[in-house]
């Protein structure tokens, strides 16, 4: 019974203010095993160790903005050239391809003031193809925006399309983005070091049959951004935290020295970060478990995106797993008897740390079904409140070094009121990630700035369609004062 009465405070943890939430934290605590708890400190940070982090992670930005140090720093803040944000102004009817990770979107957006339509399509993109060559993967592109635009009836007219392509780019100028590295699985030859957008069009001419005019290439956190400051004038920092995690905001353009554009424009441009390889050069080692080596030593990309490894979807469950997996053979969890499915890599998902969380207090109903679909029927009531702590560790750090993240923009900028969009599957579905974050930058941030998060609608594919609406607006309007 004192399990059950303790775990009706779970879902408040979250919501409730500091003192109680730590009151709260403590008395729930005292219900997991002692071994267990004490096994998984180090996946608790306390506010010293996120401070030291976000100290470097300040000084990896400013690395990342100097032309000196830009070279060898491991947070690019690539300038994207997008310098206006949408004031409303935006009509007419867009396209946008959205490409970030197994799903490809192709979306068609009218806009008129306030008015906004959206039609979108999903593919997929084949394993063979994600890791084939470059124009494998842009044939494939191409072809799928073809179908879309005939169904679509708009195969005839020439439209101002915003090409999201979630990945590292260096980018040259709004229409110009040279892939630095793939991530998220992708492993296409032939596509590092070159232009995405040339390759786009060389695939589309290859066709023949449609028709477009490549207005921007953008990736996910400035869609993101824009898609929020379209709806929210005080927006100024775009996050992502889903199968990947990156994150943007709006620099002084004297501060962003790879910026190369005569046109200087609102004096503002928006910095894409890549800060998921924030850790790359082993700054983070202090902060990393024995689960984040070994995640990174069995991912496709040994040494690289560490930060993105520590709090993506990609890569939250196998962490949730390897610590079961590990406290179930030191005799821990399940009596010490495990099951084969547990112990196969990647089998426990992401989705599963997300559905224990949501558990209702005390009834562990998802909990039950995701244990028994692993072959862990045995599994106790004390396995299910130890289970559910490792994975709030997980998901609670996760969503601390994401908080540290942002407070290090917000303390940056010093603007006295920001909105903070953020996408993303793990901060959309995670039932207590908002709460969480917003707790944890109330407490590291300096109380004078006045900062919201606010949930981004579509960022990928409605951001990517403002972006090039606002190209165009500017297109024009340049073109009317010549």
């Known amino acids: 019974m004192r399990i059950k009465r303790v775990m009706t405070i779970l879902n408040d943890l979250g ?25 998984c400190r180090d996946l608790i940070y306390d506010n010293e160790t996120l401070k030291k982090i976000m100290n470097i992670f300040l000084d990896n930005i400013k690395r990342g903005l100097a032309k000196a140090t830009h070279p060898d720093a491991t947070v690019k803040c690539f300038p994207t050239y997008v310098q206006d944000l949408p004031d409303g102004t935006e009509t007419g009817k867009f396209l946008a ?80 983005g040279i892939l630095e590295r793939w ?28 028709h477009i005019d490549v207005m921007a290439v953008l990736n996910d956190s400035t869609g993101t951004l824009m898609s929020c400051a ?20 709006v620099e002084k353009q004297e501060n962003a020295e790879l910026f190369d554009d005569n046109d200087m424009g609102s004096g503002k441009v928006i910095i894409n970060l890549e800060m998921g390889a924030f850790g790359d050069d082993g700054c983070l080692d202090f902060a990393r478990t024995e689960y984040d080596k070994e995640v990174d030593k069995h991912s496709i990309n040994p040494g690289k995106q560490i930060q993105e490894k520590m709090i993506s979807g990609m890569y939250m469950g196998e962490l949730v797993r390897l610590a079961l997996e590990k406290f179930t053979k030191e005799g821990l969890l399940f009596g010490g008897k495990g099951s084969d499915l547990l112990y196969e890599r990647g089998r426990f998902y992401t989705k599963y740390v997300s559905e224990i969380e ?81 707790e944890k930058i109330r407490e590291l941030c300096d109380p004078s700035i006045e900062f919201d998060l606010m949930l981004s609608e579509d960022g990928s594919g409605r951001g990517a369609a403002l972006v090039a609406a606002v190209a165009a607006r500017q297109k024009k309007k340049a073109q009317q004062a010549t």
């Open 15 to 39: 919501r409730v203010e500091l003192d109680r939430g730590n009151q709260h934290r403590a008395e729930y605590e005292s219900i997991v095993s002692n071994e267990i708890r004490e096994k």
């Open 97 to 176: 391809l959205d490409l970030g990770g197994t799903n490809f979107r192709v979306l068609l957006i009218e806009l008129s003031g306030e008015h906004f339509e959206m039609k979108s399509k999903i593919f997929a993109i084949p394993q063979h193809i994600m890791l084939g060559s470059g124009e494998q993967l842009f044939d494939h592109i191409a072809e799928c925006l073809a179908i879309f635009v005939k169904e679509e009836q708009v195969q005839h007219e020439t439209l101002p399309l915003g090409f999201t392509f979630s990945f590292p780019l260096a980018q040259k100028g709004l229409t110009v």
């Open 183 to 210: 991530t998220k699985g992708f492993n296409c030859s032939n596509v590092v070091g070159n232009d995405v957008v040339q390759m786009l069009n060389e695939a589309i001419e290859r066709r023949g049959d449609v």
């Open 230 to 249: 379209w709806l929210n004038k005080n927006c100024r920092i775009g996050i992502i935290i889903g199968t990947g995690n990156n994150g943007c905001y």
């Open 358 to 438: 949501s558990d209702e207090p005390g009834l562990f109903t998802n909990q039950k079904e995701i244990l028994e679909e692993l072959g862990l029927k045995h599994a106790s009531e004390q396995d299910y409140v130890n289970v559910r702590f490792i994975c709030e560790c997980v998901s609670r750090r996760a969503a601390h070094l994401a908080s540290a993240a942002i407070t290090t923009l917000l303390h940056k900028m010093d603007e006295k009121k920001v909105t903070v969009g953020i996408d993303g599957s793990v901060y959309r579905y995670h039932p207590h990630f908002k709460n969480l974050m917003m």
